[in-house]
């Protein structure tokens, strides 16, 4: 969690409203990376981190098919948008 914050976090917001299951296959989950210019590693780093910083669990689980905890998902949309203000 380097540079980020503020309107560094935009890229990452847009990524977090468009997951809308608590399901999905890493491919999907690349593709929505990919549409808002995120390595599909690096976003999923930095969201866990977030997620434990901010809530004490991760957002993104499993290997090809993602486990999205829906309630870590709901904090960190708030907290991300928050932060551009």
């Known amino acids: 969690m380097d540079n980020r914050g503020s309107k560094g ?3 990452y917001i ?3 409203e468009s997951i809308k ?3 999905l296959s890493l491919a999907d989950f690349s593709q929505r990376c990919r549409a808002v210019n995120l390595l599909p590693g ?3 780093t930095y969201l866990n981190e ?3 910083d901010k809530v004490g669990s991760p957002l993104i689980e499993g290997d090809d098919e993602l486990f999205i905890d829906c309630q870590t998902l709901e904090l960190l949309k708030h907290e991300l948008a928050n932060s551009t203000c």
């Open 9 to 11: 976090d935009i890229p």
């Open 14 to 16: 847009n990524l977090l």
């Open 21 to 23: 299951s608590n399901e």
């Open 42 to 44: 690096e976003a999923r």
């Open 50 to 52: 977030l997620g434990y």
